[in-house]
């Protein structure tokens, strides 16, 4: 009987390379593989506890997935082109990983939260990941996404669970941009962008209804 689990993220470069990840009840990390015709399992690196949150990959031979163990350590796990390995990681206390994205093979960033009050990011520079700047914005971000080395966005929630959280990366720092915040409560759970001028962030109010933001080049609004 096949193992039961559940999926989290996904991340496609073509028509034959497309990855999802996510746990399995058994608590073990799961890592699937589209290759044009069927969806496989792939032999992932397990510890106890360990589940995957997200998912980037920009070609063949270079993928990244992360997640955590048992709600306390980061993983972090690299695709060469023919296998899934551990990847050492920064070590605070309480880190966790929920959203993954890259550019290039020395480009990638990843985002989440220590002990569940302070923002967390880190950056992969094609030799050692490394942690960003401390970020004194709880309770932490759930996504990344990047358009190239220079734009990069990351989303979540902070003030206590309370308001929308949009970080931009314009090259040299992260910045929090103004967004909309309907209610409190509002928080953003994933995002996408394409261009400078084109980006989208999703989540939900308040109100407990669907949220929907994008980025004209300006500003952030609600659609």
Same mark, same amino acid.
């Given at each position: ?32 593989? +589209? $290759?044009?015709?069927? %969806?496989?399992?792939? @032999? #992932?690196?397990?510890?106890? *506890?360990?589940?995957? !949150? /997200? &998912? =980037? ?14 709600f306390n350590t980061m993983l972090i796990l690299? +695709? $060469?082109?023919?296998? %899934?390995?551990?990847? @050492? #990681?920064?070590?605070?206390? *309480?880190?966790?990983? !929920? /959203? &993954? =994205? ?21 950056? +992969? $520079?094609?030799?050692? %990941?490394?942690?960003? @700047? #401390? ?10 996404? =990047? ?22 990366? $314009?090259?040299?720092? %992260?910045?929090?941009? @103004? #967004? ?44």
């Open positions: 009987m096949p193992e039961l689990g559940f999926l989290n993220g996904v991340a496609a470069t073509s028509a034959r390379n497309v990855w999802a990840v996510g746990g399995t009840n058994g608590g073990k990390t799961l890592i699937v593989h +589209w $290759n044009g015709s069927a %969806w496989r399992r792939v @032999p #992932s690196p397990t510890s106890a *506890g360990g589940v995957l !949150t /997200g &998912v =980037a990959a920009t070609s063949a031979r270079n993928a990244w997935a992360v997640g955590r163990i048992n690299h +695709w $060469n082109g023919s296998a %899934w390995k551990r990847v @050492p #990681s920064p070590t605070p206390a *309480g880190g966790i990983l !929920t /959203g &993954v =994205a890259a550019t290039s093979a020395t480009n990638a960033w990843a985002v989440g939260q220590i002990n569940s009050s302070m923002s967390l990011i880190l950056h +992969w $520079n094609g030799r050692a %990941w490394q942690k960003g @700047p #401390s970020l004194r914005l709880r309770p932490g971000l759930m996504a990344v996404t =990047a358009t190239s080395a220079t734009s990069s966005w990351a989303v979540g929630q902070y003030l206590d669970f309370r308001k929308t959280l949009i970080l931009h990366r $314009n090259g040299s720092t %992260w910045t929090r941009v @103004p #967004s909309p915040s309907p209610g409190p409560g509002a928080f953003l759970d994933a995002v996408s962008a394409i261009s400078d001028r084109n980006a989208w962030a999703v989540g939900v109010t308040g109100g407990a209804t669907a949220l929907i933001l994008h980025w004209n080049g300006t500003a952030w609004k609600r659609r």
